[in-house]
């Protein structure tokens, strides 16, 4: 019989990563609106698009009423801190005439009375000054982030009060991706657990993240659970709001027997593959019925049915039968993260991701 062509794959032990492919969005870690703090008039707002610093201002209210009810309040404490002066310069000539009885207890009194009066006149002076002093330094805002402002509510001249939106701060180098996840993952899924994030956007290449939260209350409506991964953006190509792909290890098998999930041929008695039998007269293929567990992308572990440094073909296996001479095309001694043969002699032992 006429020797079939075929390609082969010699399995040796490699570390498995089963994953989960779900959708997450881009999210940002810092993203602040910065509201009016007083009432007045808009006098200045950031540019839509400026990257600010943290503690620059980057709106101001009119300050015209507020710095003349400062000056008053200054004014005031000025006055009151005079008064008291006043006040305790007569106590203190007065304290002796009394302790020697030349003053009346009543008159003494009188004296301690104006003294009082003259420090609670002071508070209450201090008090009004320290509001007017609040609320004309709330007439500036100034960043609470780095960041760069990504909406303008409200423009210059427009009147405002406490709580006024006026603009959306937003700092892009730092984001999260959050996604949820089906309630049958709950205790696959840990912080700390490694995750391939692939964005939709062609200019935005694929990175590696780790899930930073996990949360442990399932959504009644979706049953799922909010986790959200810590991923690098030094390069700024993830945008907030952004769709990604991701890829979530559920689970790692050490040692396992990985084999593309093409070369498993289906008979009357289940799963198949063809190993590579060396005998007398050449290369035969040899019929093996295999068990099999976790895939992912193209990729199969083999449970039973299959022994480390055995070689299965991989190509050319649908018209074998059990028997069939062979002769090898190309043999492969490795697969990459999709499935697809390669050529290294010493496969890593991890996957990367």
């Known amino acids: 019989m006429e020797a079939k062509h075929v390609e082969t794959l010699e ?7 089963d994953f989960i492919d779900l959708t997450g969005t881009i999210e940002a870690n810092h993203d602040v609106v910065v509201s009016a703090r007083t009432a007045g008039t808009l006098e200045m707002i950031a540019p839509l698009g400026q990257t600010v610093r943290a503690e620059q201002t980057v709106a101001r209210v009119d300050d015209e009423l507020l710095e003349t009810a400062y000056r008053q309040a200054e004014a005031q404490v000025s006055n009151a801190r005079a008064a008291l002066r006043i006040a305790q310069d007569s106590y203190d000539r007065q304290q002796p005439l009394f302790a020697d009885s030349i003053i009346s207890a009543l008159e003494f009194t009188r004296l301690e009375t104006t003294l009082d009066q003259a420090k609670s006149s ?5 008090a009004v000054f320290d509001q007017a002093a609040r609320q004309l330094a709330n007439t500036i805002l100034p960043a609470p982030i780095t960041a760069t402002v990504e909406e303008r509510y409200i423009e210059p001249g427009e009147q405002v009060v406490g709580g006024t939106q006026l603009l959306r701060l937003v700092d892009s180098r730092s984001v999260q991706v959050v996604a ?21 956007s062609a200019g935005a290449p694929a990175r590696t993240g780790r899930v930073s939260f996990a949360g442990s209350v399932i959504d009644p409506a979706s049953r799922s659970f909010e986790i959200k991964i810590a991923v690098d953006n030094s ?19 050490e040692d396992a027997l990985v084999i593309p999930g093409n070369a498993i041929t289906r008979n009357e008695t289940g799963l198949a593959i063809f190993v590579v039998e060396e005998r007398e007269g050449g290369s035969f293929a040899r019929r093996r019925n295999v068990a099999i ?40 001694e490795a697969l990459d993260n999709f499935g697809v043969p390669i050529l290294n002699a010493h496969p890593d032992s991890t996957t990367d991701l």
């Open 11 to 17: 399995v040796l032990p490699i570390a498995f990563d």
């Open 122 to 126: 002071l508070s209450l002076a201090e």
């Open 180 to 200: 949820g996840i089906s309630e049958r993952y709950a205790g696959e899924i840990e912080i700390g657990t490694l995750a391939r994030i692939s964005p939709r």
């Open 235 to 253: 390069d700024g190509k993830l945008k907030p709001e952004m769709i990604v792909q991701l890829a979530i290890v559920r689970l790692t098998i």
């Open 293 to 332: 567990g976790p895939e992912y992308a193209n990729r199969v572990v083999v449970t039973s049915g299959l022994s480390a440094g055995e070689t299965v073909v991989i190509r050319g296996q649908s018209t074998l039968g059990d028997g069939d001479r062979i002769i090898t095309d190309q043999h492969y």
